[in-house]
């Protein structure tokens, strides 16, 4: 799944391997690989704290280990990525979070210097991988305790 994410493998593939992997049928696997962008949901109390950023006046970016089929998929359908002026998935650049390169491209990408950048991820070794090269960082584990560390920051 990594290299899915990653963009090196397409999904035909990937039903493959997946399939070779686990004894389970390709047909099978299928099924779930196309209905997984189906479940990937919005959080409405994590997207009134994005709303809430927004109207701050904050520039707000992303940055996410997906696929680029599942990519194209969310910001088709999730209006709410429109608060973001960019972001970067994973699947469009060949690299992963916690990987350096993925970090080193979204910060060029977005025209800020590392130490500029808040970095909020749910998957602690992402935030020490931004951490490590200058960025800002603290790991999400809910709206409400997201809220609380940015009234402390001064940003909301």
């Known amino acids: 799944w990594g290299d899915f994410d990653r963009g090196t493998v397409e999904p035909p593939a990937l039903v493959q391997r997946i399939a070779a992997r686990t004894g389970l049928a390709a047909a099978d696997v299928q099924r779930v690989v196309d209905a997984v962008p189906h479940e990937l949901q919005p959080l409405p109390e994590?997207?009134?704290?994005?709303?809430?950023?927004?109207?701050?006046?904050?520039?707000?970016?992303?940055?996410?280990?997906?696929?680029?089929?599942?990519?194209?998929?969310?910001?088709?359908?999730?209006?709410?990525?429109?608060?973001?002026?960019?972001?970067?998935?994973?699947?469009?650049?060949?690299?992963?979070?916690?990987?350096?390169?993925?970090?080193?491209?979204?910060?060029?990408?977005?025209?800020?210097?590392?130490?500029?950048?808040?970095?909020?991820d749910d998957h602690a070794p992402n935030i020490d991988a931004a951490r490590a090269l200058g960025w800002q960082g603290f790991v999400f584990e809910g709206a409400a305790g997201a809220a609380q560390q940015l009234q402390e920051r001064g940003l909301l």
């Open 46 to 120: 994590t997207v009134a704290l994005l709303e809430r950023l927004h109207a701050a006046g904050h520039v707000l970016f992303y940055l996410s280990n997906m696929p680029r089929p599942y990519a194209d998929f969310l910001l088709a359908t999730h209006g709410f990525l429109g608060r973001f002026r960019d972001g970067v998935f994973s699947g469009r650049v060949g690299h992963n979070k916690p990987e350096r390169e993925i970090f080193e491209i979204a910060s060029a990408r977005f025209g800020r210097a590392p130490g500029e950048l808040l970095f909020i």
